[in-house]
């Protein structure tokens, strides 16, 4: 069992950038898949993106070329960098390990 817990969210204006953690409850190391989903208001949660515990990754259409997964399996943490944000952006974001743990999201609002 693993416990996530986000942070880094808040109100931005668009065009701006937000870096977002996850932080795992122990060591993920031994994690393979690790992901970020995001739900706005009145909408089916979606997928943003994946890491592997080689690296290796994998992006939604909408955020390719803007948004940047990583991890640091040293610090158990897993990190979205988001830039040019844009207002379609706006959703509570959720951390995500296949079959183990959802973190209990953090809020993100792109707005003038």
């Known amino acids: 069992q693993v416990q996530l817990v986000e942070s880094g969210g808040g109100l931005v204006q668009p065009g701006g950038s937000l870096r977002l953690s996850c932080a795992a409850s122990r060591s993920i190391f031994g994690i393979n898949t690790m992901a970020w989903y995001r739900q706005a208001p009145g909408k089916q949660r979606e997928y943003v993106a994946m890491?592997?515990?080689?690296?290796?990754?994998n992006y939604a259409d909408s955020v390719k070329g803007r948004f940047t997964i990583s991890r640091d399996n040293a610090k158990n943490t897993m990190y979205l960098q988001m830039n040019s944000l844009k207002p379609e952006d706006t959703a509570v974001y959720y951390c995500?390990?296949?079959?183990?743990?959802w973190g209990q999201g953090t809020q993100v609002t792109v707005s003038s």
């Open positions: 890491i592997s515990s080689s690296g290796a990754t």
């Open positions: 995500y390990v296949p079959s183990l743990a």
